[in-house]
């Protein structure tokens, strides 16, 4: 399988940006949200040349329920660019959310987001991306939320079936839907029974981690990979079985907890007996004493 995750250094040419991937033991990226094309095909080549995969291009947080009729389209519009761009560059998937019922911003909890129309308007919505972008390489993916769609792996499971496209695949971050003590407690079962339902469709994941608040009134918690409850043994020995592999993205942790979550991940898969890809020129020692600021890749 092939682990990615963010970057130190900002505004670093791409070829510098093979070689820190290189020292963190990736052998899969996110793609740089670069604007300038000759600057994007410049990305494209020097990861094609190292043999890393471009493995997410992110279109996050972009509401596509927005009651703004101007603003749902201005959105539309954008993800239908990013997804352009995405599959210019080879990218394997271009990860959306799922939209929340409100007028400007997203994310607002709100139970209309679970609503017959929101199902129906997402299905709309995600056809036409798909029909108009008519990608060739890249899936187009939503992220799973408690909060919105889709919640679960059924519902991302008729979701799937509505859109009943070709390039529209499966996202895995289980950390987003574990959201109940059941879940929390049950969290293994639960990942077995999302590979389960959604197996054939998965194309990327998240590593990220969770903890509860143990208390009447019950508060999960995100938090870095390694640092939480989610049972990684059957995480990574599920991403194994399918083929091909998903790629495994680290995701939302700071610069100084990334040298625990990549020991973590690491002694976890040589105890497991899985191996990254291209990770034979992994240098543990690009952590230490590190002082640049953590982002993801945007080169522009």
């Known amino acids: 399988m092939r682990l990615g995750g963010p970057i130190f250094k900002k505004d670093v040419d791409p070829k510098t940006a093979v070689d820190i991937h290189r020292?963190?033991?990736?052998?899969?990226?996110?793609?740089?949200?670069?604007?300038?094309?000759?600057?994007?095909?410049?990305?494209?080549?020097?990861f094609e040349e190292a043999d890393i995969t471009l493995a997410e291009y992110g279109s996050y947080c972009i509401n596509i329920l927005d009651t703004d009729p101007k603003v749902r389209e201005e959105n539309i519009q954008q993800i239908m660019t990013n997804l352009r761009r995405a599959d210019e560059m080879k990218v394997r998937c271009c990860v959306i959310h799922g939209?929340?019922?409100?007028?400007?911003?997203?994310?607002a909890v709100n139970r209309e987001n679970f609503s017959d129309k929101s199902f129906d308007d997402t299905i709309a919505i995600v056809q036409r991306i798909i029909d108009e972008v008519k990608p060739?390489?890249?899936?187009?993916?939503?992220?799973?939320?408690?909060?919105?769609?889709?919640d679960s792996p059924q519902e991302y499971l008729r979701i799937i079936k509505a859109v009943d496209r070709e390039q529209f695949a499966v996202h895995l971050d289980p950390v987003n839907i574990t959201s109940s003590p059941r879940r929390f407690y049950e969290n293994g079962a639960f990942i077995k029974e999302c590979f389960y339902v959604l197996g054939p469709w998965i194309v990327s994941c998240h590593a990220k981690d969770t903890n509860m608040v143990d208390h009447?009134?019950?508060?999960?918690?995100?938090?870095?990979?390694?640092?939480?409850a989610i049972d990684y043994d059957v995480y990574?020995?599920?991403?194994?079985?399918?083929?091909?592999?998903?790629?495994l993205m680290i995701e939302h942790l700071s610069e100084a907890q990334m040298k625990q979550g990549l020991e973590f991940l690491f002694a976890?898969?040589?105890?497991?007996?899985?191996?990254?890809?291209?990770?034979s020129?992994?240098?543990?020692s690009i952590l230490d004493g590190?002082?640049?600021?953590?982002?993801?890749?945007?080169?522009d």
């Open 23 to 46: 020292k963190l033991g990736f052998g899969a990226a996110f793609a740089g949200w670069i604007e300038d094309e000759a600057k994007r095909k410049e990305f494209v080549a020097a």
């Open 99 to 107: 939209g929340s019922v409100q007028t400007g911003g997203w994310g």
């Open 136 to 150: 060739s390489t890249t899936k187009l993916v939503m992220e799973t939320e408690s909060y919105l769609l889709p």
């Open 216 to 228: 009447a009134s019950v508060e999960i918690t995100e938090t870095f990979v390694g640092d939480g």
């Open 236 to 247: 990574l020995k599920e991403i194994v079985k399918l083929e091909p592999n998903p790629t």
């Open 268 to 279: 976890k898969a040589e105890a497991l007996g899985i191996e990254f890809e291209k990770s």
């Open 281 to 284: 020129e992994r240098d543990p």
């Open 290 to 299: 590190a002082s640049a600021e953590y982002f993801a890749p945007h080169l």
